[in-house]
Structures are given as C-alpha cells and as structure tokens.
C-alpha cells in the first residue's frame, strides 16, 4: 500500500511569486486536507478537499487555493507569495467517510522558503 | 472554537526515564483525540488516538487515556530510548464538522533523550 506522497520536497521562490504544491493521496482515501506547519508551530488547517470541491476553510486568505482530481490526488497553490508563506505544507488523506474512519494520514511535507 | 493546549517543553529525559506529556483540550462536542509524531525533518506520523471517553490508545509503548472529566489526554511511556527523540504533537477531530477529520494541533512538545 503506497502512503501519501508529496512533491516537491523542498522549494524556493522569491516574494509576489506564485507556488504549485502536488499530493498523491493513499490509496482507498477520497478526502484530502492542506496544513501550513511555521517552523516551532503545530500545523495549521488550510482547506479540505472531497469529491473535487473544497468542504472546509481554515483562516487563510483567497490566495490559497486548491484542486483535487479525480484519482484523489490533489495541489494547493499560493498566489503573490509573503515572506511569512515559508513554512512546510503538509498533505493528508483520509479513508472514504463511509468507512467512518477519519483518521488522516499525512505525507513527508514540501518545505518552501519564501525570499 | 476548539483548541488543544500542550505542557511547555522542551522535556529533556535520560535513557529508561519515565515520560509525560500534558495535553488538555476544548471542544464543543465530543472529538476524537490523537498523538501525532514529528521526527527532525520528516512529516507527521499518527502515535495513537482514541475516539470516545475513557478510551486508552497504545502503541510502541506509548499510552493515553481519553478523559473526558478532565479534558485531558496525557502521553505517557514508561522507558523512553534515544530513538523517541522527537517532536509530539496532540491534536482533536470533531465528528460531524463541515471538514470530515479536521485536526486542531496544539503547539508541539520537544523530546530529547539521552542516552
């Protein structure tokens, strides 16, 4: 069974530029969900995705977008980049809801550094 | 809202140490709870969790007990090794929520072990 993957691991771009994370989710899971983990800080939701729409938002601004396909996998982007948008981004999946299982599972993180 | 409050760290312990780390929440319904570990520069893998009071999770040595009297979920372990050197993070889901397994994170506790 392969687990949540990420890519890519590590990134750097400078400020007002644009980012696309990428996320595989594991296999069985329909439901993906976005975290922002500031260096020190536990993770902080962003948004989650089920069935291709977003269902969910945490308190972050319009610039942070996402997409999920339809194999489940699914991107974030951030629009017109901040210094304070550096941090590691972690992907989760979890099981279908009807499973009632709502344990989510997360990849390895893609660490962006914003200049 | 809900919120997850870890004990101040770092805890730094020798070798066969006995382990404790506090964490307490609020919530409005009736969440379930996890432990999430963070080893240094990886994602977040799942410790343990518990989805209804009085609940022990376990695992790799690892215990806490769902107490829903007290709003707490404590980590314990009662021989650490050097390998569990690691950042630990408590973390809530509410059932039935807009966002299916939303986690809420406290703030991380940092555990060195020493050999």
């Known amino acids: 069974e392969t687990g949540v993957t990420q890519s890519p691991t590590h990134l750097i771009k400078t400020r007002g530029q644009q980012v696309t994370l990428r996320c595989s989710s594991q296999?069985?899971?329909?439901?993906v969900s976005w975290y922002q983990q500031a260096l020190g800080q536990g993770p902080q939701f962003i948004f989650q995705?089920?069935?291709?729409?977003?269902?969910g938002r945490g308190n972050f601004p319009p610039r942070f977008s996402g997409l999920q396909f339809p194999n489940y996998s699914s991107e974030l982007n951030v629009n017109a980049l901040e210094l304070d948008d550096s941090a590691l981004y972690l992907c989760a999946s979890s099981p279908a809801r009807q499973t009632g299982q709502e344990t989510q599972y997360f990849g390895p993180g893609t660490r962006l550094l914003v200049l | 809202g809900d919120s997850v409050t870890q004990m101040e760290g770092p805890v730094t312990l020798s070798e066969e140490a006995f382990l404790t780390i506090n964490c307490t929440y609020t919530?409005?319904?009736?969440?379930?709870l996890f432990w999430y570990v963070q080893y240094p520069g990886e994602g977040l893998q799942l410790l343990l969790k518990?989805?209804?009071?009085?609940d022990k999770g376990s695992n790799k040595g690892f215990e806490a007990t769902y107490r829903k009297e007290t709003t707490s979920f404590h980590l314990e372990k009662g021989s650490v090794q050097v390998s569990d050197s690691a950042v630990y993070f408590c973390a809530l889901s509410e059932r039935g929520g807009t966002s299916y397994g939303k986690l809420t994170f406290g703030q991380g506790t940092i555990l060195t072990v020493h050999p």
């Open positions: 296999s069985g899971h329909n439901t």
């Open positions: 518990a989805t209804k009071a009085d």
């Open positions: 995705y089920y069935r291709e729409e977003e269902n």
């Open positions: 919530a409005t319904g009736y969440p379930s």
